[in-house]
């Protein structure tokens, strides 16, 4: 029984002796860290307001060595953490081929985005050379490429779009100006009779590494309407009739059958529609029949046909 006890009080000592140890390994851990010091700490680049005539390339530093005078708490939290330095692309010069920001100007970015009880003593470099090279820009057009299959009786109303419609493309003259378009990926609907609306991805030319792209997905939407057919029964003009002549064509109209949306259909009459028959087509030949044309249409319509595409004449002279 007292050995147990004798055992309890042991631990409870050990205990309060272990704390007392630590406690004191704080106390003199965080005087120390209220010291100032003077040691080196990393930071990481991140390039920023590249002028539109420039691209980074892939040579670039992106990390850089200075020699700091700080307490030793902002030590500590740049050991743990690297931090993070915004460099102003714009401030570079451009000398002996390349693109450098010289120590005064990269000192003067640092210093702005430290606290002011941190002094940048030195720099692992005299300027920093940033890799930038010259770019033209294009605007180019999105082309979708879409496999679409309506319904029966459905169509689509108006031109498929895309949005946005381009994409601006930056990089070196020579791998830009061979571009026409740039291509959706494939997309493929089946059995559509309502509006549609698709995000894909666009799909870029091989050989472009140091050019980049303003976007890379786009939107394809389309209008989908269902369409009916009606007949319009359209007079036949005669053109280029010989002087001293008169033409009379038998019918003198002609049937046209147009498919376009119910709602458009109302909207349309038989003067929307031109029909011509050229005598001049003839060149002296003996034919009876002249061929027909439609000349003038209405917008709007998914298609127009002539029921008859020849007519018979007989000429008289007056």
Do not use: H
């Not at 005539?53 to 200075?66: F, M, P, T, V």
């Not at 940033?130 to 689509?156: A, G, M, T």
């Not at 494939?186 to 609306?197: A, G, H, R, V, Y």
């Not at 997905?217 to 209008?223: L, P």
């Amino acid at each position: 029984m007292f050995k147990k006890v004798l055992n309890g009080l042991n631990q409870k000592k050990a205990k309060v002796f272990s704390l007392f140890l630590l406690c004191s390994f704080l106390a003199w851990f965080i005087s120390n860290l209220s010291e100032t010091y003077e040691s080196r700490a990393y930071f990481t680049l991140n390039y920023r307001n590249l002028p539109d005539s420039l691209l980074l390339g892939k040579n670039s530093n992106n990390q850089i060595e200075a020699k700091l005078r700080t307490s030793g708490f902002q030590f500590l939290y740049y050991k743990v953490f690297k931090r993070r330095i915004d460099i102003d692309v714009s401030q570079v010069k451009f000398q002996n081929g390349g693109y450098v920001m010289s120590e005064e100007a990269l000192r003067r970015q640092i210093d702005q985005q430290l606290s002011q009880n941190i002094s940048v003593l030195d720099l692992d470099r005299s300027v920093l050379d940033v890799d930038l090279y010259q770019v033209d820009s294009r605007k180019i057009p999105i082309e979708p490429k879409l496999n679409i299959q309506l319904q029966q009786n459905y169509i689509l109303d108006g031109k498929i779009k895309t949005s946005p419609d381009s994409v601006i493309v930056k990089g070196p003259k020579n791998e830009i100006d061979t571009i026409e378009t740039i291509k959706t990926a494939p997309i493929q609907l089946t059995n559509i009779n309502e509006d549609f609306s698709s995000e894909v991805s666009l799909v870029f030319p091989k050989g472009l590494e140091n050019s980049i792209f303003s976007v890379g997905r786009a939107t394809v939407v389309g209008k989908v309407s269902k369409f009916s057919e009606k007949v319009f029964d359209v007079p036949i003009q005669v053109l280029n009739i010989p002087e001293g002549y008169q033409i009379r064509t038998f019918p003198n109209s002609v049937t046209v059958l147009c498919k376009a949306t119910i709602e458009r259909l109302k909207e349309i009459s038989a003067s929307d529609f031109e029909v011509v028959a050229d005598y001049g087509q003839l060149d002296g030949s003996e034919s009876s029949k002249l061929f027909l044309e439609i000349t003038e249409s209405p917008q709007k319509v998914y298609d127009i046909k002539l029921e008859e595409n020849t007519v018979n004449f007989v000429l008289k002279q007056q």
